[in-house]
């Protein structure tokens, strides 16, 4: 397996554009995560789904972030439209069931201008 | 409320001398405790997991539910350890949000 895979690696944008950041779980894996990652704030976790389905969001920062799966090997973190405080790297990890090992993603490091 | 407090940011030794990265946590009923670890600018990835028991790269961590404590330890280390480290529990009560801790950030000096 190939691991879970994000895209892209590295994004720089322009504040007020929307950014899409995108993961593939591991095949199998019912769960999946998205973190976000800063000097500041360390690693939080910004919501997570079981089978595709939202099971909590309360990390989510704001309206502007929001996060879709629609099937079981592909999910979507979306911030419209960004600024520069959500410049961080952004973590997709999965695992087999959710008290089980995380697999995380290379990450997709955000800088909004 | 469950917790993991990394108490240390920055833990600097010099090769070959012992490291500890502490972690305590709370938690009620068993805990199940994972480190992670993040080499520079890469994914975090699972270093080892408490239930099973074994060594990794030279670390081990012990459970001590008296202490509530999941200390990774290594008794010489080693440049290539330099890395950040995380604690973390998978799961809180009846939902599997997880809590990490804040990370250690471990540097080995030559």
């Known amino acids: 397996d190939a691991g879970v895979i994000q895209s892209p690696r590295h994004e720089v944008t322009e504040m007020g554009q929307e950014v899409t950041l995108r993961c593939k779980p591991i095949s199998g894996h019912d769960y999946l995560f998205w973190y976000r990652q800063t000097m500041m704030r360390g690693l939080e976790l910004l919501i997570y789904?079981?089978?595709?389905?939202?099971?909590?969001d309360s990390g989510m920062p704001e309206d502007r972030f929001s996060a879709k799966m629609p099937n079981a090997s592909f999910s979507t973190l979306k911030i419209q439209p960004s600024e520069p405080r959500d410049s961080a790297v952004y973590f997709c990890?999965?695992?087999?069931?959710?008290?089980?090992?995380?697999?995380f993603g290379d990450g997709t490091r955000l800088s909004i201008l | 409320a469950q917790r993991v407090t990394q108490p240390e940011k920055l833990l600097s030794v010099f090769k070959g001398a012992p490291v500890e990265l502490k972690c305590n946590y709370s938690?009620?009923?068993?805990?199940?405790l994972f480190w992670y670890v993040q080499y520079s600018r890469q994914r975090l990835q699972l270093l080892l997991r408490?239930?099973s028991r074994e060594s990794i790269k030279g670390f081990t961590a012990d459970l001590n539910k008296g202490e509530t404590s999941f200390h990774l330890k290594k008794p010489f280390a080693q440049e290539e350890d330099s890395a950040m480290y995380y604690c973390?529990?998978?799961?809180?009560?009846?939902?599997?949000?997880?809590?990490f801790g804040r990370g250690t950030s471990l540097i080995v000096h030559p």
């Open positions: 973390a529990l998978p799961s809180s009560g009846g939902s599997y949000i997880p809590t």
């Open positions: 938690y009620s009923g068993s805990p199940e």
């Open positions: 789904f079981n089978n595709n389905v939202p099971i909590d």
């Open positions: 990890a999965s695992s087999p069931q959710g008290n089980q090992p995380q697999h």
């Open positions: 408490h239930i």
